[in-house]
């Protein structure tokens, strides 16, 4: 089965750094991959994803690039504020015209300081 | 709508204990799925539901956990007997799905604590 690495298990950046993290894979038939942010008591919340026909995505101040060769793929936040301070989950699936369940990463802990 | 709705928030028990956790999805959706999370393992797959059907349970730890799906707006995750390594927050997520993997929406979670 699909196996999910992420790196670094907590991150602390000044408030306005940029963050990265950064996730491998294991199944190179996996072709989607969410971001999910989890807030203290709060369920994760999905951020951004991308599938593999794209190389990278951004929205706003966040971004995910892909690399299928190496299978990794990294989550950017730029001008990084308090609000940011959370737990990161990346995940893999393979996709298709079935369902295919989410492998997770462990999560990083995000802690930006003002 | 008011999301993935999820009872109750926490829950202390004694080993031994029964304990049911229940979880209401949101409307129209079609997949529901159990997760467990803990620091040491992190998020974890404990089983999920197509249109009420459960697809796949192979996480489900032990024959002491048990989930259902009676309709499309109600499920349970029941555990019986509980132990105190069962401590984690278990949260329930749905989902719509087209042509594959969709966005999971996750309820609040619940927090067991198994003394």
């Known amino acids: 089965g699909e196996n999910v690495e992420q790196h670094p298990s907590t991150l602390s950046v000044q408030e306005g750094d940029s963050a990265v993290i950064k996730c491998t894979y294991s199944?190179?038939?996996?072709?989607?991959f969410p971001w999910y942010k989890q807030e203290l008591g709060k369920g994760p919340q999905l951020i951004i994803d991308?599938?593999?026909?794209?190389g990278e995505k951004k929205d706003q101040r966040i971004a995910v690039t892909l690399n299928k060769t190496a299978k990794h793929f990294s989550l950017h936040i730029t001008e990084t504020q308090p609000e940011d301070s959370a737990v990161y989950f990346c995940?893999?699936?393979?996709?298709?015209?079935?369902?295919?369940?989410?492998?997770f990463g462990k999560g990083t802990m995000l802690l930006v300081s003002p | 709508d008011a999301g993935v709705i999820q009872s109750p928030r926490h829950e202390v028990t004694e080993m031994g204990q029964e304990v049911t956790l229940r979880c209401k999805p949101i409307?129209?959706?079609?997949?529901l799925f159990w997760y467990r999370q803990t620091m040491m393992r992190g998020l974890e797959l404990l089983i999920y539901?197509?249109?009420?059907?459960?697809?796949?349970d192979s996480g489900m730890p032990e024959d002491r956990f048990s989930a259902k799906m009676p309709n499309a707006s109600f499920s349970t995750l029941k555990i019986q007997p509980s132990e105190p390594r069962d401590s984690a927050v278990y949260f329930c997520?749905?989902?719509?799905?087209?042509?594959?993997?969709?966005?999971?929406?996750f309820g609040p979670g619940t927090r067991l604590t198994v003394t």
């Open positions: 997520a749905s989902s719509l799905a087209h042509g594959g993997v969709g966005e999971q929406y």
């Open positions: 199944d190179s038939a996996s072709n989607y």
């Open positions: 991308i599938r593999s026909n794209v």
């Open positions: 995940a893999a699936s393979f996709s298709d015209s079935g369902y295919s369940t989410l492998t």
């Open positions: 409307s129209g959706h079609d997949y």
């Open positions: 539901f197509n249109n009420n059907v459960p697809i796949d």
